[in-house]
């Protein structure tokens, strides 16, 4: 079945660092891709999104591309704030199930000043 | 514009009692979808709706658990008997039919039981 794998957390940086978060799927046909924050106390928002292969979403300097070839979909930041403190989870979509999303099991991202 | 609306915030009920969450879409949204959130199981798809219709709810843990949607903009999570182990955060959320595979949640409703 359809599955998501993210690197474990929790991960820690110091301002202005460099963020890679390893997401990795398992799927049939060809799937959406997503990226949710969850910053502390709140619910799930969408960062970013493609829809299909060799597609970039971008978002308040996050960026991920959908790479088929090695079902990746890694996320990226050039220069992580404090603020980014949150848990991010990776997502997809089979876009022949109207929209179920299967998660991979959150990366807990602290950035220190 | 509004997103999705759930109630209560915080809950807190002792063992047995019954614990009813509920949720306002988006509005011209077509499906609602209710997930489960605990740190042991990370986040779970408990049922989904389109049109109103229960599509799949594989996920609903079993016979305690019930979600109903009587209208395009009402829904609830019933939960008869509660139980501890029901602890948990639960996010209801909703998509269009026009782009189905993008996701709007709510807050989520942070329930305890005791």
């Known amino acids: 079945g359809n599955s998501v794998t993210q690197m474990e957390g929790p991960v820690t940086l110091s301002e202005e660092a460099f963020l890679t978060i390893n997401c990795t799927y398992t799927a049939t046909g060809y799937p959406s891709l997503f990226w949710y924050v969850q910053y502390p106390g709140e619910g799930l928002q969408l960062l970013l999104k493609?829809?299909?292969?060799?597609d970039k979403g971008s978002n308040k300097g996050f960026e991920a591309t959908y790479r088929k070839e090695t079902t990746s979909f890694h996320l990226e930041k050039g220069s992580v704030q404090v603020s980014d403190s949150a848990v991010y989870f990776c997502?997809?979509?089979?876009?022949?199930?109207?929209?179920?999303?299967?998660f991979g099991q959150g990366t807990e991202l602290s950035v220190k000043p | 514009d509004a997103g999705v609306i759930q109630s209560p915030r915080h809950e807190v009920t002792e063992m047995g009692q019954e614990v009813t969450l509920r949720c306002k879409p988006i509005?011209?949204?077509?499906?609602l979808f209710w997930y489960r959130q605990t740190m042991m199981r990370g986040l779970e798809l408990l049922i989904y709706f389109n049109n109103n219709v229960p599509i799949d709810d594989s996920g609903m843990p079993e016979d305690r658990f019930s979600a109903k949607m009587p209208n395009a903009s009402f829904s609830t999570l019933k939960i008869q008997p509660s139980e501890p182990r029901d602890s948990a955060v639960y996010f209801c959320?909703?998509?269009?039919?026009?782009?189905?595979?993008?996701?709007?949640f709510g807050e989520g409703s942070w329930l305890t039981v005791v």
């Open positions: 997502a997809l979509s089979d876009n022949n199930q109207g929209g179920k999303l299967i």
């Open positions: 493609a829809t299909k292969a060799d």
């Open positions: 959320a909703s998509s269009p039919d026009r782009d189905p595979n993008t996701i709007y």
């Open positions: 509005s011209g949204h077509n499906s």
